[in-house]
């Protein structure tokens, strides 16, 4: 069981880039996000899914953009890269709306923007 | 606009001793309260989650502690060891929305 994968785990882009981040996971979960983590600022939402089709932003959308078109992937895209992205971002994923519900996290990808 | 709270930012304990974080939330409408703990360079892991039904939960040797009334919970890891070394998160959510706030981490250290 591979819980939630992501690639790649380290990167480098050029202010202006365009990359993406992969994120799958084999849990069957309806839930998956994208968090971004940078130092003294903890977690902050960027994007989620709750399903196949349906996304939606969280608190730090701007410069990114998700699409859902399976249960399993959420892939994360850097339209045009700026050294403000450079930080860690992590995939998360659950079940919806189920008590004692565990969210997952993937281990991470680190992004520098040069 | 940050809607937890969290202290410290790091802690020093000794082995043995009584690890505390605190957090504090301004939106009323969480009631759903899980601690993360993360290694470096691993993302990170659900440790305990209280909901405000109740004042205090115990798995082991992590507690949490809760009030309502304040809009305040903390962590206590008591025998802290050496293992216990990690960055720690609070977080917040509505349950069953699985959109989670986070506090900003405490890189806790246990020496010897």
């Known amino acids: 069981n591979a819980g939630v994968t992501q690639t790649p785990k380290f990167q480098v882009l050029k202010t202006g880039q365009s990359m993406t981040l992969q994120c799958a996971q084999d849990m069957n979960h309806e839930y998956m996000s994208w968090y971004r983590q940078d130092p003294g600022m903890g977690l902050r939402l960027i994007h989620y899914?709750?399903?196949?089709?349906?996304?939606d932003q969280g608190e730090v959308p701007n410069g990114y953009n998700v699409s859902r078109s399976t249960t399993e992937d959420f892939p994360l895209r850097l339209l045009s890269a700026a050294p403000s992205q450079t930080s860690v971002y992590f995939c998360a994923s659950s079940y919806v709306r189920a008590p004692g519900n565990t969210i997952y996290f993937g281990e991470g990808s680190w992004l520098t923007v040069v | 606009q940050q809607q937890v709270k969290q202290s410290p930012q790091s802690l020093i304990v000794q082995k043995g001793g009584i690890s505390i974080i605190n957090c504090a939330y301004e939106n009323t409408a969480f009631d759903y309260f899980p601690w993360y703990q993360q290694f470096p360079g691993k993302g990170p892991a659900l440790l305990i989650a209280?909901?405000?039904?109740?004042s205090e939960k115990k798995e082991g040797r992590f507690t949490i502690s809760f009030n309502k009334s304040a809009k305040q919970f903390s962590l206590h890891i008591m025998d802290s060891q050496p293992g216990d070394s990690a960055t720690y998160f609070c977080?917040?959510?509505?349950?069953?929305?699985?959109?989670?706030?986070f506090g900003t981490g405490t890189r806790l250290t246990i020496i010897p």
């Open positions: 977080a917040a959510s509505v349950f069953g929305n699985e959109k989670l706030t």
């Open positions: 209280i909901r405000p039904d109740v």
């Open positions: 899914s709750v399903g196949a089709g349906i996304t």
